[in-house]
């Protein structure tokens, strides 16, 4: 067959291959191996023939062997027999029964309990007596001999069924990034604990209908055995939470899988209509709040950088739509000293993909409130970045010792000397101090804080005439989502008409009606920044 025509088959096939791979196997590295093997042995036979007939039955038939030669290759004992079911491991090619008998053998071994699996694996494969093994597993010898009797009945009934692999087995979910609300631990946030697929999809199995350890192998096509420690693992550090009955469930959002344009354009066209309301209404609030406010040093003088910080800030943390959701199960407490709401962004598709919108589709992602606090200077911040900031790699890059290094410059404690290179260096970096040694951020008096917190909120005024519609557009939302997430999606939800999106939104008009002008790009890494400290640069 000609190289082309070859390549175009095994195009066509390679994810039936791999869906088979994956029912044969125990874990995705054992199903990704098998599935090279076949791919290899399929392409390299194509290549040497011509005028194959039937080329799907011929690619099974070639995909059958190359399994019973994968399955007689991993063993190579001379055989097991459990009370009476004889399983030959040749080095030579078993025959298909055999190896589905195989297939069945380790698999109904596989979903025994952890004391049971051991007693077999030791009296069967191991060829070892009652007595040795109840003096190394520590139990009475009728003891040992009741687990094996009833590790036989469970075999037995084993044979006679027929597991079927899981949708996530076949086709699992793959996250395009995490994110948090709330304090990461020393480790991380969620990617530090769902970036390996396997364990993504674990949790993700349980998000929908709660499951047994048993039944989440079944759904993700990999042994019990396989998965004992992860789920153990995911469950001590609280991404799995379990039940009555012994089922897990999770409080991780993970977001559809599928989105629609039509309902994004909609969304954004009433956020539109809020952000309006917000510029024309509570933007003069703010603005005639800040020319109150006590003493902030602003790097360039620049008064507009105190005022988009500050509009954003209050629109972000007033509440609108008092949802009234307790959230307080959602947040996941980790081992190392984590505690947070846990997001997971998974790849999507578009159920509507020859919609054209007719409003412009903008990205306002915005990674914020980002709360910093020191134990050991007077000095704090709160932050939030945005497209309109120069600042890199959001809440891991914002350290709280960066504040503590710019209160020792600020207090002259961090002279420019070679010693201190190291540490100006990431004060450079992060764009708290220019080229020439001038702080380059808003610092404000400890106490301007609480003069920012007291400016009036969103008013009820303004408020009233999009919050019922926050509120329908909440509920409407929560039902995409399985039952236990549908509090959190409610709350976050609500927010919809006057949270980061609403605010970024509003100051886009600000700057089209020439209210606020370009920033420079010495100001980028200020705005938005807003630093608290008992003594301003200016100080000597």
């Known amino acids: 067959m000609e190289k082309e025509k070859a390549d175009a088959v095994i195009t066509a096939y390679l994810e039936k291959i791999y869906g088979f791979a994956v029912k044969k196997c125990f874990s995705y590295a054992e199903a990704e191996e098998l599935a090279s093997d076949i791919v290899e042995e399929v392409y390299t036979t194509l290549l040497r023939r011509d005028g194959i007939y039937n080329i799907e039955g011929y690619i099974?038939?070639?995909?059958?062997?190359?399994?019973?030669?994968?399955?007689?290759?991993?063993?190579?004992?001379?055989?097991?027999?459990?009370?009476?079911?004889?399983?030959?491991?040749?080095?030579?090619?078993?025959?298909?029964?055999?190896?589905?008998?195989?297939?069945?053998?380790?698999?109904?071994?596989?979903?025994?309990?952890?004391?049971?699996?051991?007693?077999?694996?030791?009296?069967?494969?191991?060829?070892?007596?009652?007595?040795?093994?109840?003096?190394?597993?520590?139990?009475?010898?009728?003891?040992?001999?009741?687990?094996?009797?009833?590790?036989?009945?469970?075999?037995?009934?084993?044979?006679?069924?027929?597991?079927?692999?899981?949708?996530?087995?076949?086709?699992?979910?793959?996250?395009?990034?995490?994110?948090?609300?709330?304090?990461?631990?020393?480790?991380?946030?969620p990617e530090k604990y769902l970036s390996d697929p396997l364990d993504l999809n674990i949790v993700y199995s349980c998000y929908y209908d709660p499951r047994t350890a048993d039944e989440?192998?079944?759904?993700?096509?990999?042994?019990?055995?396989?998965?004992?420690?992860?789920?153990?693992?995911?469950?001590?550090?609280?991404?799995?939470?379990?039940?009555?009955?012994?089922?897990?469930?999770?409080?991780?959002?993970?977001?559809?899988?599928?989105?629609?344009?039509?309902?994004?354009?909609?969304?954004?066209?009433?956020?539109?209509?809020?952000?309006?309301?917000?510029?024309?209404?509570?933007?003069?609030?703010?603005?005639?709040?800040?020319?109150?406010?006590?003493?902030?040093?602003?790097?360039?003088?620049?008064?507009?950088?105190?005022?988009?910080?500050?509009?954003?800030?209050?629109?972000?943390?007033?509440?609108?739509?008092?949802?009234?959701?307790?959230?307080?199960?959602?947040?996941?407490?980790?081992?190392?000293?984590?505690?947070?709401?846990?997001?997971?962004?998974?790849?999507?598709?578009?159920?509507?993909?020859?919609?054209?919108?007719?409003?412009?589709?903008?990205?306002w992602l915005c990674c914020g409130a980002m709360n910093r606090w020191s134990d050991k200077y007077p000095v704090g911040s709160w932050s939030y970045d945005t497209k309109w900031t120069s600042r890199q790699g959001a809440w891991e890059n914002n350290l709280g010792e960066d504040y503590e290094k710019l209160y020792e410059y600020m207090t002259h404690q961090l002279p420019d000397i070679p010693a201190n290179a190291e540490k100006l260096a990431r004060l450079r970096e992060r764009g708290m101090i220019d080229e020439s040694g001038r702080v380059a951020v808003m610092v404000a008096r400890t106490g301007v804080r609480d003069e920012i917190e007291s400016i009036p909120s969103i008013g009820e005024s303004v408020t009233r005439r999009f919050a019922d519609a926050a509120l329908e557009y909440a509920l409407n939302e929560a039902k995409k989502y399985p039952p236990q997430m549908q509090d959190l999606i409610v709350h976050e939800e609500s927010r919809a008409f006057s949270g980061s999106v609403v605010a970024l939104m509003a100051r886009k008009i600000l700057f089209d009606r020439g209210v606020w002008k370009p920033l420079a790009d010495a100001e980028k890494a200020a705005v938005d920044l807003m630093v608290f400290s008992d003594v301003l640069p200016t100080d000597e």
């Open 216 to 363: 989440i192998a079944d759904e993700l096509g990999v042994t019990p055995v396989f998965l004992s420690d992860r789920i153990a693992k995911l469950e001590g550090s609280g991404f799995l939470v379990r039940e009555k009955g012994g089922r897990f469930t999770t409080y991780v959002e993970f977001s559809p899988l599928t989105y629609s344009l039509a309902e994004e354009e909609e969304l954004n066209r009433k956020q539109l209509e809020a952000a309006k309301i917000l510029a024309d209404e509570y933007y003069p609030v703010v603005s005639g709040a800040v020319d109150r406010l006590g003493e902030i040093y602003l790097p360039t003088g620049n008064r507009q950088l105190a005022e988009m910080s500050i509009f954003l800030h209050k629109v972000c943390t007033t509440p609108v739509s008092s949802a009234g959701r307790d959230i307080s199960r959602y947040f996941i407490k980790t081992p190392d000293g984590g505690e947070f709401i846990a997001y997971a962004v998974l790849e999507q598709t578009c159920s509507d993909p020859d919609y054209q919108p007719t409003i412009p589709m903008e990205n």
């Open 60 to 189: 099974w038939r070639i995909s059958k062997h190359t399994w019973a030669r994968y399955v007689s290759s991993k063993k190579r004992h001379e055989g097991v027999s459990i009370d009476g079911v004889e399983i030959p491991y040749e080095d030579e090619l078993p025959s298909d029964d055999a190896a589905d008998e195989l297939m069945k053998l380790r698999l109904g071994i596989a979903y025994l309990t952890e004391v049971r699996r051991r007693t077999v694996y030791l009296f069967y494969f191991e060829n070892r007596s009652v007595r040795d093994i109840a003096s190394e597993l520590s139990m009475p010898e009728g003891t040992v001999k009741w687990h094996l009797n009833k590790a036989r009945k469970e075999l037995k009934e084993a044979f006679r069924m027929e597991r079927k692999i899981g949708k996530l087995g076949m086709n699992p979910v793959k996250a395009r990034g995490f994110g948090h609300n709330g304090r990461p631990g020393d480790g991380g946030g």
